[in-house]
């Protein structure tokens, strides 16, 4: 970084600010579902575009972990994920040879400010499962098992890359863990990743459909076939399929 650049969490804060826009806030406010007894409950948006904040989050990549935590607990929802895309970028290009492994604890150490799809989706894959790839994955099965919506939806979505490794089995696992969770937006993960699978072999998407599709949440069931011819999609969708 330049010297004498300004790369304090109040400093990044004033940037932000100064990109805000109330009209995107508002809609943000109602995209977002922060109204009372929904997922993003309490939420407060400056009202800033991702692509102005990733121009932001690679400007100040170099600010310290104590900074990004900072910004990562705060208020307001662009600044968790500026954070997030710092710690993103960062991890996949560390300044330092100890920066992967402080990335790991501190996301897992974040998981209650990492509380909306988006900023589960935009990070889940490129720390926990990058992390994980040639480790034990049994940290995935730890937050697939959580009380938290938000840290079960990291486990789906960590998946992600091993999914596009042609590496199937720890995201079958997962889905199949996650068929009775209660949570739309686990339904939409789940089905999400079956889609990404079968994308790759959809003989092992069908596989685990014909054995599960029938005890699936419809939400979850209609993302896992999108993509289906229509005819074979209303098949599944009236329960004509045969199990295997």
């Given at each position: 970084m330049k010297r004498g650049m300004n790369t304090t969490v109040a400093g990044i804060q004033r940037e932000l600010r100064q990109l805000g826009n109330a009209e995107i806030a508002?809609?943000?406010?109602?995209?977002?579902?922060?109204?009372?007894?929904?997922y993003g409950v309490g939420d407060r948006f400056l009202g800033i575009r991702v692509p102005a904040l990733r121009v932001v989050a690679k400007k100040y990549r170099?600010?310290?972990?104590?900074?990004?935590?900072?910004?990562?607990?705060?208020?307001f929802h662009e600044e968790r994920l500026t954070a997030l895309f710092i710690l993103v970028r960062r991890y996949q290009k560390p300044l330092?040879?100890?920066?992967?492994?402080?990335?790991?604890?501190?996301?897992l150490d974040s998981t209650r400010w990492i509380n909306n799809w988006d900023l589960v989706d935009c990070s889940a894959e490129h720390i926990v499962g990058a992390h994980l790839c040639q480790r034990n994955k049994r940290p995935l099965y730890?937050?697939?098992?959580?009380?938290?919506?938000?840290?079960?939806r990291i486990a789906m979505m960590a998946t992600g890359g091993y999914i596009k490794q042609r590496q199937f089995d720890d995201a079958l696992r997962i889905a199949e863990i996650l068929l009775p969770d209660p949570e739309d937006l686990i339904h939409?993960?789940?089905?999400?990743?079956?889609?990404?699978i079968g994308k790759r072999d959809i003989e092992t998407e069908e596989h685990f459909l014909k054995c599960h599709y029938r005890n699936m949440p419809r939400t979850m069931l209609r993302y896992a076939i999108e993509k289906f011819p229509e005819q074979k999609r209303q098949r599944y969708l009236q329960g004509m399929i045969r199990d295997s």
């Open positions: 508002r809609h943000s406010l109602r995209f977002f579902q922060t109204g009372p007894g929904q170099g600010i310290s972990f104590e900074d990004v935590s900072e910004l990562l607990r705060s208020g330092g040879s100890g920066d992967r492994d402080a990335i790991y604890r501190l996301y730890k937050l697939a098992g959580s009380e938290s919506l938000w840290e079960r939409k993960a789940v089905g999400w990743m079956l889609r990404e």
